[in-house]
């Protein structure tokens, strides 16, 4: 793990923020001098932006722009469509984006929240990871 981050969902898309998203690690990753990038996203949508077969919709044009901009500073680069059943690890850093008031990074997993940790750990550890929700009770008539 070189780096995860949460910052604070206000309005928008969530193709929007899948931009962002992408943005903010094309940036940490050459500022911090990586020029050989593997992008990986549970966004087909965004995958195929950025290899232009389709076009964005006007709205999100200028930040994929900018992503564009981005992946021209590296000399390799690769995107790579993850299913989000596959991505627990981002997919929990996303719902935790609900609850925070700032932005937050987190350079090992001891720093996670609780359950990103715990899905980090699966992961690594190469075991399956099931979608977990609670279930309503149905309560019979009288």
């Known amino acids: 793990m070189l780096i995860a981050f949460t910052t604070p969902l206000g309005e ?53 722009m900018k992503l564009q901009a981005l992946i021209k500073q590296t000399h390799e680069f690769r995107c790579k469509h993850t299913f ?4 627990f690890v981002a997919d929990s850093l996303s719902k935790h984006s609900h609850k925070i008031t700032s932005p937050q ?9 609780k359950e990103a940790r715990v899905y980090y750990q699966l992961e690594k550890l190469e075991m399956a990871s099931f979608r977990r929700r609670r279930i309503k009770k149905i309560k019979e008539p009288p």
């Open 12 to 64: 928008g898309t969530n193709n929007q923020a899948e931009v962002e998203a992408a943005i903010f690690g094309m940036t940490w990753s050459l500022e911090l001098g990586y020029r050989n990038v593997l992008l990986e996203v549970d966004s087909q949508l965004l995958v195929d932006w950025i290899r232009h077969k389709t076009n964005p919709h006007w709205s999100i044009n200028t930040q994929i």
């Open 84 to 87: 989000r059943e596959a991505n």
């Open 105 to 113: 990074l987190y350079f090992n997993r001891n720093q996670l929240p």
